[in-house]
């Protein structure tokens, strides 16, 4: 590491800090200490530049893709992350960008997490699942209340103290 780099890390370990000082550690966190609070959906039929152009306006890595619900189902539901956007770009193989829609490149029945659960949970549960990004669904209500990234965690992580 040379000398600019070495004056780089310690000026922003010695810098004014982002976000609050009184962050829980890891270990004492839980899911809604660092999730973000709502969900940007799309619809399946939504085509995927619109995908892109919502992610890049609300300057955000996930959103959520939402179907209509079945009789007595939940409403089908899925994510896509910037990453499998950026993917689906330079896949020329399954058809032209402009005509594939959200609801082809949507990844699965997302992993789900309590806004309620300790956030070393969500921690093992990205682990197991291999996935950057959890729905947080409201410990009262069971419903969608938020979205909680593997950035949102690293965020603990580096400034959790309390």
């Given at each position: 590491?040379?000398?600019?780099?070495?004056?780089?890390?310690?000026?922003?370990?010695?810098?004014?800090?982002?976000g609050?000082?009184?962050?829980?550690?890891?270990?004492?966190?839980?899911?809604?200490?660092?999730?973000?609070?709502?969900?940007?959906?799309?619809?399946?039929?939504?085509?995927?530049?619109?995908?892109?152009?919502?992610?890049?306006?609300?300057?955000?890595?996930?959103?959520?893709?939402?179907?209509?619900?079945?009789?007595?189902?939940?409403?089908?539901?899925?994510?896509?992350?910037?990453?499998?956007?950026?993917?689906?770009?330079?896949?020329?193989?399954?058809?032209?960008?402009?005509?594939?829609?959200?609801?082809?490149?949507?990844?699965?029945?997302?992993?789900?997490?309590?806004?309620?659960?300790?956030?070393?949970?969500?921690?093992?549960?990205?682990?197991?699942?291999?996935?950057?990004?959890?729905i947080?669904?409201?410990?009262?209500?069971?419903?969608?209340?938020?979205?909680?990234?593997?950035?949102?965690?690293?965020?603990?992580?580096?400034?959790?103290?309390?």
């Amino acid at each position: 590491m040379n000398s600019n780099q070495a004056a780089t890390i310690e000026s922003i370990r010695s810098g004014p800090r982002i976000g609050s000082f009184r962050l829980p550690r890891l270990a004492h966190a839980r899911v809604e200490d660092a999730m973000h609070p709502g969900l940007i959906s799309v619809s399946p039929e939504t085509p995927l530049r619109e995908v892109a152009r919502v992610l890049s306006s609300h300057h955000i890595h996930c959103l959520v893709v939402t179907g209509p619900a079945e009789r007595g189902e939940a409403p089908h539901c899925g994510l896509i992350s910037a990453a499998n956007l950026v993917r689906a770009a330079g896949d020329g193989a399954r058809g032209s960008f402009e005509e594939r829609t959200a609801a082809e490149l949507a990844v699965g029945t997302p992993p789900t997490v309590s806004s309620a659960d300790h956030l070393q949970r969500a921690v093992e549960l990205m682990a197991e699942q291999r996935t950057d990004h959890l729905i947080v669904l409201g410990a009262e209500d069971g419903r969608p209340a938020g979205l909680l990234s593997a950035l949102d965690i690293a965020g603990m992580l580096a400034w959790g103290e309390a």
